[in-house]
């Protein structure tokens, strides 16, 4: 999804659990991932936020598995598959 309202918009149409992940930028165009994690908390699905801001990882209350940008395909399944496996 481009935006938060797109990606509210696929979360709300899915029945059940159509994802198995959401690969989530902290930074949208229209706002922040705030709305979007707490759909996909309501739907059970696991999310990984990323973001070229690494400051952010430490964000206080955000326990979640963070990739900081730019980042390889090779990382991206690594992190997904020590995690995820």
């Known amino acids: 999804a481009v935006s938060v309202a797109t990606a509210l ?7 059940p659990r159509p994802f198995d992940l959401v ?9 922040k991932f705030d709305d979007v994690l707490a759909n996909a908390d309501i739907l059970a699905i696991p999310v990984v936020l990323m973001s070229g801001d690494a400051l952010l990882r430490d964000r206080p209350g955000l326990d979640r598995i963070f990739l900081s940008k730019p980042f ?3 990382m991206l399944l690594s992190v997904l598959d020590s995690t995820f496996g």
Do not use: E, F, I, N
């Open 9 to 15: 918009v696929q979360l709300g149409a899915a029945h």
């Open 72 to 74: 390889s395909w090779a």
């Open 23 to 31: 690969l989530l930028d902290y930074h949208l165009p229209d706002g």
